[in-house]
């Protein structure tokens, strides 16, 4: 079975902080995405990363970014935290073309 | 990437079966309709993915008329435990660098 397990599960941070929210899955996937989902809405694309390197952004500002590393698991790092930013924040994964994505339980993220 | 219309949201009394129609007029010809369901505070789950015609997997049905500018999914003899929200999905999935692109999605409640 494909496990993504994202860590923190819950967040608590202060405006203008940093965060780094942490993503890993049991098995190699190629593809990690980024999603940041506010309450009642759907989960918003911010980025994805193929093979280490970023190969899609949503209209997200710099100020998030992200890594992937040789073992497949990824970070998302968000600085000069916003109130806005307060949100679900979700990682999928994906092994290849046409196949389902597989998404972490998410890291809720509160600023205040 | 080709936008979705769903209504906002359903009810249904258990052990009934349950259609969600889908909107999307602007398809395109590499494009797959999948769709997704989301309990609170989770990632969200693949249910089925199909690109014309009708596909049925262990929990759902999905169909796709001719044209492909809508689809419908149906559930049978929903449960509680199927209350959630679903969104419909469209893109080339045959791409593995295409990302989702959520809408707001079906909030379907089911009473007892």
């Known amino acids: 079975e494909t496990g993504v397990t994202q860590s923190p599960t819950h967040l608590i941070k202060t405006r203008g902080q940093q965060v780094t929210l942490r993503c890993s899955s049991q098995?190699?996937?190629?593809?990690v995405s980024w999603y940041q989902q506010a309450l009642g809405q759907g989960p918003q694309f911010i980025f994805q990363?193929?093979?280490?390197?970023?190969?899609g952004r949503g209209n997200f500002p710099p100020r998030f970014s992200g890594l992937q590393f040789p073992n497949y698991s990824s970070e998302l790092n968000v600085n000069a935290l916003e109130l806005d930013d307060s949100a679900l924040y979700l990682c999928?994964?994906?092994?290849?073309?046409?196949?389902?994505?597989?998404f972490g339980q998410g890291t809720r993220l509160t600023v205040v | 990437l080709a936008k979705t219309t769903q209504p906002i949201s359903m009810d249904s009394y258990e052990g009934q079966e349950v259609n969600i129609t889908c909107s999307h007029n602007?398809?395109?010809?590499?494009?797959?309709i999948t769709w997704y369901q989301q309990f609170p505070s989770q990632g969200p789950r693949f249910i089925i993915q199909?690109?014309?015609t009708k596909v049925t997997n262990e929990v759902a049905s999905l169909f796709i008329p001719a044209d492909r500018k809508s689809s419908t999914l149906s559930l049978p003899r929903v449960s509680l435990s199927d209350t959630a929200v679903y969104y419909c999905?469209?893109?080339?999935?045959?791409?593995?660098?295409?990302?989702?692109?959520f809408g707001k999605g079906t909030r379907l409640s089911v009473i007892a």
């Open positions: 999928a994964i994906r092994g290849g073309p046409n196949t389902e994505a597989f």
């Open positions: 098995s190699g996937h190629n593809t």
């Open positions: 990363y193929y093979r280490e390197e970023e190969n």
């Open positions: 602007n398809i395109a010809t590499n494009d797959y």
């Open positions: 199909g690109y014309k």
């Open positions: 999905l469209v893109g080339d999935t045959n791409s593995g660098n295409t990302p989702l692109v």
